[in-house]
């Protein structure tokens, strides 16, 4: 089955430079070049992953990422711009990001980094869909989350990030997870985001989580243990 991929770009030339790098038998790839347009074909159709430019003629790629992540919260997102400063990078993770590759780039190190979220996504989707313990459950095809309180199972409403850091413990389920392992899992190498992001991270999803926050353990001088009762 081919994995599908839509790059939001208005260069044609930063577009025959994407194709020839990641387009295989395995991989095909969609093309469009404003905010409209884009906002258009995912409504039509979904993709696997998707690689979005930030200077859009009709509007912002930031902006775009935020509504990405609204209609399709489990679809990774690279950003593929020209915008190189530190500040620009944090931004694009602050939307929601999995990656963030300046150009002019690398076409082997981007079929790389492409290949190896594909890779991470396929190993994701081969786990279950649904998960469900004595505290919570979890469905990762309608993205619901729902917690024991007062013995009633009531919803919980998370962001993107939070909904796919507790879908990444959920598949560590018992492990203890270092910091720099799920900064490397979740948010990818060569990123500009630091451990005490994880950790605020984290104490967000525990807030939200309300009476079955001691679930995600903290684990002195490690990280974090996901220990739900089974």
């Known amino acids: 089955m081919k994995n599908s991929i839509l790059l939001v770009e208005d260069s044609k030339e930063i577009y025959r430079m994407v194709a020839n790098s990641i387009v295989s038998p395995l991989i095909e790839l969609e093309?469009?070049?404003?905010?409209?347009?884009?906002?258009?074909?995912?409504?039509?159709?979904?993709?696997?992953?998707?690689?979005?430019?930030?200077?859009?003629?009709?509007?912002?790629?930031?902006?775009?990422?935020?509504?990405?992540?609204?209609?399709?919260?489990?679809?990774?997102?690279?950003?593929?711009?020209?915008?190189?400063?530190?500040?620009?990078?944090?931004?694009?993770?602050?939307?929601?990001?999995?990656?963030?590759?300046?150009?002019p780039f690398n076409p082997i190190e981007l079929k790389a980094r492409v290949d190896a979220r594909l890779k991470k996504l396929a190993m994701f989707k081969s786990a279950s869909d649904n998960y469900s313990w004595q505290e919570i459950k979890i469905d990762k095809d309608s993205q619901e989350v729902q917690v024991l309180n007062n013995e009633e199972f009531e919803q919980v409403e998370l962001t993107a990030l939070e909904f796919k850091l507790l879908t990444y413990f959920a598949n560590n389920k018992g492990n203890v997870i270092e910091r720099d392992q799920m900064l490397n899992d979740i948010w990818g190498k060569d990123v500009h985001v630091y451990q005490r992001s994880v950790d605020t991270h984290v104490s967000k999803l525990r807030k939200k989580l309300g009476p079955v926050s001691h679930i995600i353990e903290s684990v002195h001088g490690a990280g974090y243990k996901f220990n739900p009762t089974d």
């Open 31 to 103: 093309w469009v070049e404003t905010v409209e347009d884009a906002k258009a074909v995912i409504e039509k159709q979904s993709f696997d992953l998707i690689l979005l430019d930030i200077e859009l003629p009709d509007g912002s790629g930031l902006d775009l990422c935020s509504h990405i992540q609204f209609k399709m919260p489990e679809v990774p997102i690279f950003f593929l711009t020209s915008h190189s400063d530190l500040s620009e990078k944090v931004l694009g993770f602050s939307v929601g990001a999995d990656d963030y590759i300046t150009k």
